[in-house]
């Protein structure tokens, strides 16, 4: 039986500014993203009824970004903050608006700016703070700063229980770098090969600097709509048919590994049954990668391959162009941009409307993750060009 949600919504347009070294206030690029995916939606400003709001680590854009807007009358309107979930999980309050009639037509935006002249991408922390706690209060004291080096942790272990290997790591990383240069939007679109991923500096093993996202200036908003109403408009609809979310976090207790077995593991199978589909009938993947190691543990986790198995799943050649699972067409978050789940989004539409003209892959059915914290947050959409 068909899952009542699958298939209600669509999403209808797209809008993604310039993105890099853009020094522009956060606002106002979420601004521009508003009206460059009603404009590609064939929409009007009053067509607009809900707005959901996600910002970056500069908090940049909050609920005022509605005046700024000149959007006078909505339904639906709130700032969520699931890092990089996020915008899987807007889609999917969309998607149940939409179906449900708090709502007729929902923009989803994030926009960050994190990047200030005269100042090294580097130098921009992504550290967030939680509640104290007796031994996070040592994690500074032996470097441990942000994501980064919890990540590296997590890629060390996964290494250190089934062999996964730097050379299994690097193919992520390049297998990305070939979409990008056929993406005229990515940053990084030059050639990339083992020795070029070896020659480049260590940030934290057994990551290199090319195993870790980009940072980026910019915003992307999409709207969502009813699927009956985005077929009469300007772009193909490309339908959400599957979604859902999985949370968890790390206990310190000795059996929970969620570095290993992620949060991707609990929302996947269910977004995948709403979809009424099988891991084998999946045509791409859209994988939210800030990190080498995000994409092989994501895909473990959504059943591509089994536990331990990635490395050698990626390695195969399985994510790049003529593979059997094409990965990050973009170029994602390592060499196109990095708009936290945005990025991941916003080429599953493109894709999902068959428009990645050189670089366009197989979109019966694309899954698409989103990733907060460190392998904390998660959600799964399941995208299609085809209704249910």
Known sequence: MKHPMSSAAAITGLGITEMGRVYRDAEDLAAEAVFLALEDGGLQKSDLDGLLINAGIGEGVGVPLHMTLGLKQLNLLTYMQGYGSSAGQMIQYAAMAVANGLATTVCCVFADSPLKENQRSGAVSYARSGPPNAMASLDPLYGIVGALPRYAMAAQRHMDLFGTTQEQLAAVAISQRQWAAMNPRASKREPLDLDGYNASPWVVEPFHVLDCCLVSNGAVAVIVTSAERARDLKQPPVYIRGFAQGHNHDTGQADHDPYIHTAGALSAPRALAMAGAKVSDVSQCQIYDCYTYTVIVTLEDYGFCEKGEGGSFVADG????????????????????????????????????????????PNDLIMVSGNGGVLAYHSTLVLSPKAA
Request: cysteine-free; overall charge negative.
């Open 318 to 361: 399985h994510l790049g162009p003529g593979g059997a699972l094409p990965t990050n067409t973009g170029g994602g978050e390592l060499s196109s941009f990095y708009m936290w789940g945005m990025t991941p989004v916003s080429e599953a539409v493109i894709q999902g409307r068959g428009q990645g003209g050189e670089r366009q892959a």
